[in-house]
């Protein structure tokens, strides 16, 4: 018999890994831009079997089944449209995308954290009025103390982000990548210029 059979029905590792699918609402928008909707190429499949969703684009590859050969799904769109949520959760990466991924002193990028802007432990809340962005330095820089008694100032005041607003700030930052039979659905909503 010719080479090991236990490797004959096996893939290279990861080989499929590559292939996810861009998932669109029932209205054609990506579900989230920031991260990006995607799901692996199984669940993509699985649900294309099930009729969950309709295929718009396709991969050249393809996987096997004892009775079928399904082209792998690389765009689809879900036949029940899915409410956005209006309400936008307290969450680290919401906070740092809300404030775009820069510290709300200096604003650097990179090494980000988040501050009180009133400590709490002169009574300030957790809450997205009161908490932003940071990078280390001018977090260790401020520490404890009022604003005012460092000399430091905010680049703009926290305020608690609208869910629309959010998700178009999530348009601001693409993945690293995009598969070209994604670009239609990702910005076709977005204003043209003149």
Same mark, same amino acid.
């Given at each position: 018999m010719d080479g090991d059979f236990r490797t004959?029905?096996?893939? %290279?590792?990861g080989a499929l890994k590559q292939h996810p699918a861009l998932v669109l609402n029932a209205d054609y928008r990506p579900l989230s831009y920031y991260p990006l909707s995607l799901w692996p190429w199984q669940e993509a499949v699985k649900a294309a079997w099930?009729?969950?969703?309709?295929?718009?684009?396709?991969?050249?590859?393809?996987?096997r089944s004892p009775s079928t050969v399904f082209r792998i799904p690389s765009v689809v769109v879900l036949k029940d449209y899915v409410k956005p949520q209006k @309400?936008?959760?307290?969450?680290?990466?919401?906070l740092f995308l809300r404030d775009e991924f820069r510290c709300q002193y200096c604003g650097a990028? +990179?090494?980000?954290?988040?501050d009180h802007?009133?400590?709490?432990?002169? +009574? +300030?809340?957790?809450?997205?009025?009161n908490v932003v962005a940071a990078c280390s330095p001018c977090n260790l820089k401020k520490g404890s103390k %009022?604003?005012?008694?460092?000399?430091?100032?905010?680049?703009?005041?926290? @305020?608690?982000?609208? %869910?629309?607003?959010?998700?178009?700030? +999530?348009?601001?930052?693409?993945?690293?990548h995009l598969h070209e039979a994604w670009m239609d659905f990702l910005y076709w909503d977005a204003e043209l210029e003149a």
């Open positions: 004959e029905f096996t893939r %290279a590792p099930l009729d969950r969703v309709d295929i718009v684009a396709e991969y050249d590859e393809v996987v @309400r936008v959760a307290f969450t680290r990466f919401n990028r +990179g090494d980000l954290t988040f802007v009133v400590p709490r432990a002169s +009574g +300030g809340v957790t809450s997205w009025q %009022a604003l005012h008694r460092t000399g430091m100032a905010l680049r703009k005041p926290p @305020r608690q982000p609208a %869910a629309e607003e959010l998700r178009n700030m +999530g348009r601001k930052f693409p993945p690293n």
